[in-house]
């Protein structure tokens, strides 16, 4: 069973960056694709970014595309997401969160990941 467990997050101000890293024990962690979620106060959580096993396909939620950039090294076991150009609304505990099942980012339902970290705080002020 993989554990993750996120770090980095803070609070910056809007046009800020950060960079978030969840890093991956007791587990085979090379093999599954990851993603990022994020859950704002009253919010359901939501997809940021994923990555494939290799690091070499990647998607990304609209809102966060071209400001945000997922990455891993599996060398590491940590996956990294860093923000640029922050905004209020981005405002949210992060989540890094494992798919056991496949090594390509095929959904992004939170409920098709599994081994959820406990979250990091990012606050992002205007």
């Known amino acids: 069973q993989v554990q993750l467990v996120e770090s980095g997050g803070g609070l910056v101000q809007a046009g800020g960056s950060l960079r978030l890293s969840c890093a991956a024990s007791?587990?085979?962690?090379?093999?599954?694709?990851l993603g990022w979620f994020r859950q704002a106060p009253g919010k359901e959580r939501e997809f940021v970014a994923g990555v494939s096993w290799s690091g070499g396909a990647r998607s990304y939620a609209t809102s966060v595309k071209d400001r945000f950039t997922i990455s891993r090294d599996n060398a590491k076991n940590t996956v990294y997401l860093q923000m640029n150009s922050l905004k209020p609304e981005d405002t949210a505990i992060y989540y890094c969160?494992?798919?056991?099942?496949?090594?390509?980012?095929?959904?992004?339902?939170?409920?098709?990941?599994?081994?959820w970290g406990q979250g990091t705080q990012v606050t992002v002020s205007s």
């Open positions: 969160a494992i798919d056991p099942r496949n090594a390509y980012i095929t959904g992004i339902a939170p409920s098709s990941f599994g081994s």
């Open positions: 007791g587990g085979v962690f090379s093999r599954y694709a």
